[in-house]
């Protein structure tokens, strides 16, 4: 299985990046895919699945699929320095209860390599 992360960068605040998160080597459709990061001397954070943001984020960054590219992505707007982290999505299998819980790291059984989001004041 591997999960491919791209289009971290360096944004102005304001700006908007669109982050997409490649799968392979799994069934998409029976994984919860979900986004997390991590900024610098911080612990590794939940930032949404598609049903469910952080409140932090919420209305500024949407999640989205699409199953034919095995592919989800994170449009992040009105971008703020305090985004700044790396980001990184995740795959947890779908169960009853997976939505409940995906703000859990420990959920996830895969994890793409991360893309760095550098968001200038």
């Known amino acids: 299985v591997q999960l491919q992360a791209s289009g971290g960068g360096l944004v102005q605040a304001g700006g908007s990046l669109r982050l997409s998160c490649l799968a392979s080597?799994?069934?998409?459709?029976?994984?919860?895919m979900g986004w997390f990061r991590q900024a610098p001397g911080k612990e590794r954070e939940f930032v949404a699945i598609s049903t469910r943001y952080a409140a932090c984020v919420k209305d500024r960054f949407t999640v989205s699929r699409d199953v034919a590219k095995n592919t989800v992505y994170l449009q992040m707007n009105s971008l703020k320095p305090e985004d700044t982290a790396v980001y990184f999505c995740?795959?947890?299998?779908?169960?009853?209860?997976?939505?409940?819980?995906?703000?859990?790291?420990?959920?996830?059984?895969?994890w793409g390599q991360g893309t760095q989001v550098t968001v200038s004041s």
């Open positions: 080597g799994l069934t998409f459709s029976r994984y919860l």
């Open positions: 995740a795959a947890a299998l779908r169960t009853s209860d997976s939505v409940s819980y995906a703000y859990n790291a420990e959920l996830y059984k895969y």
